[in-house]
């Protein structure tokens, strides 16, 4: 099994700034998944980041809007840039193989 | 390309009677398939998971779900709801990308609500 921790648990932020996500895992991992849950809504992946190499984003998510850094297998960030109200969300952060998908606890941001 | 769809946004039932969550898929190979559950202002909760061996899957708190390939489903069921099962429940499936790794897609997600 792997437990995640994320940092923050949730913070409020006002329109334009960025917000830094961090994700911590216990044991090395290859892949770590970023999933974003808008209010009311399921999970949508936005980004999948391998460790050494650039993260793949899934479309409708930009590089530019949520970078995502990997410098190691047991961590990694994603920003939130210029913010909107419309990115105030749920953002987690998953490790996984195929037969087991961890979850983390999720950072709950607000943006004013 | 993979996709899971949950045929209910919400299912009510009252306390006691069957629960019956219901989820289709969408695979090019043999995927992997799981139930999550999410308490409000919770994280998600693995609830079961089907990996290739029994189809019929126990998990925790009564549900269980069977993987049938032939009508490419996987139900969520539980013979007698408690409150405390009223949450959201999510199906989310797993399969080999073009890449060669499991990525999950998560349905919509069905909200169980439950009547004393």
């Known amino acids: 099994s792997a437990v995640i921790s994320q940092k923050p648990s949730r913070d409020i932020c006002q329109r334009g700034t960025s917000l830094t996500i961090q994700c911590q895992v216990d044991?090395?991992?290859?892949?770590m998944f970023w999933y974003r849950q808008q209010p009311g809504q399921s999970l949508t992946l936005i980004a999948t980041a391998n460790q050494g190499s650039e993260a793949t984003y899934e479309s409708g998510f930009v590089i530019d809007k949520f970078p995502i850094s990997r410098p190691n297998l047991t961590f990694s960030t994603l920003t939130v840039s210029n913010m909107s109200p419309e990115d105030s969300s749920i953002y987690l952060c998953s490790v996984g193989s195929g037969y087991e998908q961890y979850f983390g606890p999720g950072t709950r941001l607000t943006v004013t | 390309a993979q996709s899971v769809t949950q045929l209910d946004s919400h299912v009510s039932v009252s306390e006691g009677t069957p629960v019956l969550l219901r989820c289709n898929y969408s695979s090019s190979y043999s995927p992997s398939l799981f139930w999550y559950v999410q308490h409000p202002n919770k994280g998600l909760q693995l609830l079961l998971k089907?990996?290739?061996?029994?189809?019929l899957v126990k998990g925790i708190n009564g549900f269980e779900a069977e993987f049938k390939k032939s009508e490419t489903s996987f139900h969520l069921t539980k013979p007698s709801a408690h409150m405390s099962d009223a949450a959201e429940y999510f199906c989310?499936?797993?399969?080999?990308?073009?890449?060669?790794?499991?990525?999950?897609?998560f349905g919509r997600g069905t909200s169980l609500i439950v009547h004393p």
């Open positions: 989310v499936v797993s399969d080999r990308g073009t890449g060669g790794s499991y990525i999950p897609t």
């Open positions: 044991s090395q991992v290859t892949m």
């Open positions: 089907y990996t290739s061996a029994a189809t």
